[in-house]
């Protein structure tokens, strides 16, 4: 919907059942996004550890009952990092992208 109208293999693989635009619509869609989807992964390196599920306070890294291995500390601290920087592109793109209005 960025270029304001469905792209054309969605036309031909979808067909007739993709609505119509009109040529206001067409300019109020252009350029917009309905949904941003970052993926992104990593190998993180764990052994069991049961002991973590004794404790009275836990979040969900206890709850998953292992100790992470520490020759991949490197790795853990990097997850951490990409999770911090994937929080502030959210933030910029639902600062840049404007609110339309709904009717």
Known sequence: MVYG??????????????PSFTDEERKRVTGSFDFVGFNHYIAVYVKADLSRLDQKLRDYMFDAAVAYDSMNLRTLIFFIMIQN???RMHSLVHFYSASPEVK
Not at 5 to 18: E, F, I, T
């Open 5 to 18: 109208d469905y792209p054309p293999v969605m036309r031909k693989n979808v067909g007739s059942r993709l």
């Open 85 to 87: 920087t994937m929080r």
